[in-house]
């Protein structure tokens, strides 16, 4: 089949954009590295990346192989939610800024689900009107240096809860972590990121009064069938994924810092 014009364009814009997010994802494996079978990265990254000569099936099957294959966007967790717009016609708030951790893959047990943790903040010193792309783009960096370089930040997530309230500074915070320690390491993190001083008299530790597996065997009915009991406060250890920014006005949240590799518009990549 005579290649088009159209299809050689589209061809050339999806090489730039798709392989451009291919080699992000395979960044331990260098851009102009021989590919062959030696290693099962390198067949990954080989099977996705599109070349000159690929026609529109086999383009179609790269990306559909490294979208649903390698990330498995299918498999993202379901999230109860209200549309930008609904929320913001009845709420009008600071620039909220969420902070997002995932259980590395390699130490999630059996089928479970890996789990997650958000921190979030308000900027109290900043408004709709007051925030800029610049103030975003400083805020971006600090986050990266703080959270995301060598290779991303790790919570220790337990079942103790540290709660942190420092509301002059847009800080209510409730940190679940094993110990005392550890919650304080979170806070002393996102405290240097909003640029204040910690005070250890906002500090309250909350002793969980139950306790709980963190992986259970036992299994219960539900909706016809027999599954998984479901973890309470399970622990594990989470580390930083991406972080954005959102502004009351703005119907698209801005993305900060990504070290996942699932957002093309980050001002921050790790």
């Known amino acids: 089949m005579p290649v088009t014009r159209e299809w050689a364009n589209q061809k050339s814009f999806l090489r730039k954009v798709h392989n451009r997010e291919v080699n992000e994802w395979f960044r ?3 851009e ?11 067949q990954a990254k080989k099977a996705c990346l599109i070349l000159p000569q690929d026609s529109k099936n086999t383009t179609l099957i790269k990306m559909l192989t490294f979208r649903q294959l390698v990330q498995q966007t299918h498999l993202m967790t379901n999230c109860y939610g209200i549309p930008y717009d609904s929320s913001q016609e009845s709420v009008k ?3 909220l800024v969420r902070l997002f951790f995932r259980q590395d893959t390699a130490e999630i047990s059996g089928n479970r689900r890996p789990v997650e943790g958000q921190i979030g903040f308000r900027l109290i010193n900043e408004t709709p009107a007051s925030m800029t792309e610049t103030k975003a783009k400083l805020l971006a960096t600090k986050i990266k240096n703080e959270l995301a370089i060598n290779n ?11 709660l942190y309230k420092d509301l002059d500074n847009g800080l209510n915070l409730s940190i679940l972590s ?6 304080i390491e979170v806070i002393h993190k996102v405290i240097d990121v909003v640029g204040a001083h910690y005070n250890h008299d906002y500090l309250r530790i909350s002793e969980p009064k139950r306790n709980s597996e963190s992986n259970p065997t036992t299994s219960r009915l539900v909706y016809g069938k027999l599954r998984p009991e479901p973890r309470w406060r399970p622990t594990a ?6 972080a954005f920014l959102t502004v009351h006005g703005l119907h698209k949240r801005i993305i900060l810092v990504d ?12």
């Open 259 to 270: 070290r996942s590799k699932t957002f093309l518009d980050a001002l921050e990549w790790a």
């Open 237 to 242: 250890n989470v580390r930083f994924r991406y």
């Open 152 to 162: 991303g930040f790790l919570w220790k997530k337990g079942k103790l809860k540290c």
């Open 32 to 42: 102009h590295e021989f590919l062959d079978n030696s290693t099962p990265r390198k």
């Open 28 to 30: 331990d494996i260098g």
């Open 178 to 183: 094993r110990a005392e320690a550890d919650g």
């Open 93 to 95: 708030f600071r620039p």
